[in-house]
């Protein structure tokens, strides 16, 4: 059985992107650039694909020379896009003023058998990030019935106490205040206190 809260609460699952209808004008090696971050690609990468050379694609990026039209066909090519894709223009970023305050001891309360979560800016929806404070009652690893696994990637944060996490594919690893640690949800986690009081930790689990 999960201990995610995000079991509980479907609601509470995490925006992956906004719609922002501001538009700025086009910077072409700017627009090059943005492509190959968003499929994950090194210049290195992007050279050995479109058979420019990695020089040729810094200077593209950083507007210090234009791209020929052979070289736009190129980049169209070896990154998998149509054309047209290269002239949209980007999106541009605009603050919303979303805000949301928790004062101390006013988040709100989700107890389970091993942990005790206190949800915080809980009045935001479609949040990117999912901030709670938790109270780690378990002191043994066979007190869960299953690693708690979840989308998304996490950072936690000793608040006060010790802790063993323990984590899938690595040794279980002993925490204490003013540690870290950030991962892949995906994986299988769980904490234990070892601490005389129950360990107290910070989460941010974001998408």
Not at 112 to 128: C, D, G, I, V
């Amino acid at each position: 059985m999960s201990e995610s809260i995000f079991d509980e609460y479907p609601s509470m699952t995490l925006e992956k992107a906004s719609d922002d209808t501001s538009i700025e004008p086009l910077k072409l090696g700017v627009r090059i650039k943005e492509i190959r971050t968003q499929l994950g690609i090194t210049l290195e990468e992007a050279s050995q694909r479109t058979g420019l050379a990695r020089s040729t694609l810094s200077k593209i990026e950083n507007e210090q020379i234009s791209p020929t039209f052979q070289a736009m066909q190129k980049l169209a090519t070896g990154l998998s896009i149509n054309m047209p894709q290269l002239f949209e223009p980007p999106v541009k970023k605009q603050a919303s003023g979303r805000r949301d305050i928790t004062l101390k001891g006013e988040g709100k309360p989700h107890p389970t058998p091993t942990y005790e979560h206190e949800l915080l800016a809980t009045q935001l929806s479609n949040k990117r990030m999912m901030p709670f404070k938790s109270r780690i009652h378990a002191r043994a690893f066979d007190e869960y019935q299953d690693w708690v696994r979840h989308d998304g990637e996490e950072f936690l944060l000793i608040l006060d106490g010790e802790v063993l996490f323990y984590s899938e594919f690595y040794e279980p690893l002993a925490m204490r205040e003013g540690d870290s640690v950030y991962y892949d949800a995906n994986m299988g986690h769980m904490l234990v206190s070892t601490s005389t009081e129950d360990a107290q930790i910070l989460w941010v689990t974001a998408k």
